[in-house]
C-alpha cells in the first residue's frame, strides 16, 4: 500500500509558474512509474507526465510539453511538478498516482492516487 500527499495548488496570474510536489509512504516506492494527472470541472481525468522508477524515462501530454517538468527523489519519496507558463486552461485539480504497469497515460494503470491540489490560473 502508497499513501500519496500532493501539496504546492494555489492561484496564479497567467503565465506564472507553481511547483507541485507529492509525498509517497511506503519502502517501495522507488519501484513504482509514477504520473501526474489533472481533472478540470466537467472533464474527464487526463493525464499530465509519468516518470519512470529511475528517471530515464518521461512523458508529457502535448499540452504541458515545453512548460510541465516531472523529477522524482526516491531518497525522499517525492515527486515534483514544475509547471510554468501556465495557461487558463491548466486550471484543474492535480493529482498524483502510482503506476502498476500498462498505459502511462491511462488512468486505469494507476492503483494509488492521492487527494488533489487545486491548481487555479486566473487572467
Known amino acids: 500500500q502508497v499513501q500519496l500527499v500532493e501539496s504546492g495548488g494555489g492561484l496564479v496570474q497567467a503565465g506564472g509558474s507553481l511547483r507541485l510536489s507529492c509525498a509517497a509512504s511506503?519502502?517501495?516506492?522507488?519501484?513504482?512509474?509514477m504520473g501526474w494527472f489533472r481533472q478540470a470541472p466537467g472533464k474527464e481525468r487526463e493525464f499530465v507526465a509519468a516518470?519512470?522508477?529511475?528517471?530515464?524515462?518521461?512523458s508529457y501530454a502535448d499540452s504541458v510539453k515545453g512548460r510541465f517538468t516531472i523529477s522524482r527523489d526516491n531518497a525522499k519519496n517525492l515527486i515534483d511538478l514544475e509547471m510554468n507558463s501556465l495557461k487558463l486552461e491548466d486550471t484543474a485539480v492535480y493529482y498524483c498516482?502510482?503506476?502498476?504497469?500498462?498505459?502511462?497515460?491511462?488512468?486505469?494503470?494507476?492503483?494509488?492516487w492521492g487527494q488533489g491540489t487545486q491548481v487555479t490560473v486566473s487572467s
Open positions: 498516482a502510482v503506476g502498476l504497469g500498462g498505459v502511462w497515460r491511462d488512468p486505469r494503470s494507476y492503483a494509488y
Open positions: 516518470i519512470s522508477r529511475s528517471s530515464s524515462f518521461i
Open positions: 511506503g519502502r517501495t516506492f522507488s519501484t513504482y512509474v
